[in-house]
């Protein structure tokens, strides 16, 4: 078991800035892909972004390719999404994901953007963009 808590959070103009941290905690030894995802009042979660349980592999949704950046420290059990150039179309309660791997083999470098291979979900943290 791994519980996730998310952090960072809050309400920017549009075209600022906000870094979202995630804790891991629990089964941290082992290897986890960690995704970003988010979902908007009357939206479908979508993915935002994800990181192999290596480290070398990042994968980004096209809305937040080249605004956002993920990144993780798995010393500290910590993975975060730093969000620049926000738009108001960024507005929604953010998750962090977990979804464990197998060391030592290809799963390690996989950054996966299907949500339903993710096993372990934080609670969310709001992020509101105003214009």
Known sequence: Q???????GGLVQAGG???LS???????RSAYAMG???QAPGKEREFVAAISGTGSSTTYADSTKGRFTISRDNAKSTVDLQMNMLKPEDTAVYYCAAR???PLTIETHTAPSDSAKYAYWGQGTQVTVSS
């Open 36 to 38: 970003w995802f988010r």
């Open 2 to 8: 791994v519980q996730l808590v998310e952090s960072g």
């Open 22 to 28: 995630c804790a891991a905690s629990g089964r941290t």
């Open 17 to 19: 800035s906000l870094r």
């Open 100 to 102: 464990p791997v197998s």
